[in-house]
T-cell receptor
Framework: AQKITQTQPGMFVQEKEAVTLDCTYDTSDPSYGLFWYKQPSSGEMIFLIY??????QNATEGRYSLNFQKARKSANLVISASQLGDSAMYFC????????????FGTGTRLTIIP | DTGVSQNPRHKITKRGQNVTFRCDPISEHNRLYWYRQTLGQGPEFLTYFQNEAQLEKSRLLSDRFSAERPKGSFSTLEIQRTEQGDSAMYLC???????????FGPGTRLTVT
């Protein structure tokens, strides 16, 4: 069974600073994908970034990067130069590629950017 | 591009009533998913369609829940004889066959009184 663990229930970060949101995962499948989603107070889940288990390089999308450490089973999200609009819940998720389509989510981290 | 849309956005119902939610995926996305999210938790998978075929169902989807996607486009999720424990946000997502990410709609918030 897959499991995602996010140990930081909440974080406060000064505007323009970088922030790292932690995510560890557990799976016995060799082929899997890792995702980060942002959920503002409006409720919609916004896809941010994807990392495949066989990808050699860490994924980057604009100010978002995924620090993928396969041996440690961690997939931390790094947001550079944080902005007030980054305040939201952030969820780490994974899926495997052996017949499963579902995403398994963690419990999330609430990020608050302080001006 | 039009994103995933869901209707209604909010639904308040009395225990024992039936409710139906609708999801319109991104056009040409042939995969459609339903998730449920309760307060303080991440979304939990309910079911998945590829075109009109329902290919995967979670154990969370009890006999009171049914989902359809009759023409491979929009989908409906019906809950019969609602219970207070059904109160949650119901999220729909879609994805193309070739992509990895699932793109979510704004959700339907259900409150059962």
């Amino acid at each position: 069974a897959q499991k995602i663990t996010q140990t930081q229930p909440g974080m406060f970060v000064q505007e323009k600073e970088a922030v790292t949101l932690d995510c560890t995962y557990d799976t016995s499948d060799p082929s899997y994908g890792l995702f980060w989603y942002k959920q503002p107070s409006s409720g919609e889940m916004i896809f941010l970034i994807y990392q495949g288990s066989y990808d050699q390089q860490n994924a980057t999308e604009g100010r978002y990067s995924l620090n993928f450490q396969k041996a440690r089973k961690s997939a931390n999200l790094v947001i550079s130069a944080s902005q007030l609009g980054d305040s939201a819940m952030y969820f780490c998720a994974m899926r495997d590629y052996f017949g499963n389509e579902k995403l398994t989510f963690g419990t999330g981290t609430r990020l608050t950017i302080i001006p | 591009d039009t994103g995933v849309s869901q209707n209604p956005r909010h639904k308040i119902t009395k225990r024992g009533q039936n409710v139906t939610f609708r999801c319109d995926p991104i056009s040409e996305h042939n995969r459609l998913y339903w998730y449920r999210q309760t307060l303080g938790q991440g979304p939990e998978f309910l079911t998945y369609f590829q075109n009109e075929a329902q290919l995967e169902k979670s154990r969370l989807l009890s006999d009171r829940f049914s989902a359809e996607r009759p023409k491979g486009s929009f989908s409906t999720l019906e809950i019969q004889r609602t219970e207070q424990g059904d109160s949650a946000m119901y999220l729909c997502a879609s994805s193309p066959v070739s992509g990895h990410a699932q793109y979510f709609g704004p959700g339907t918030r259900l409150t059962v009184t």
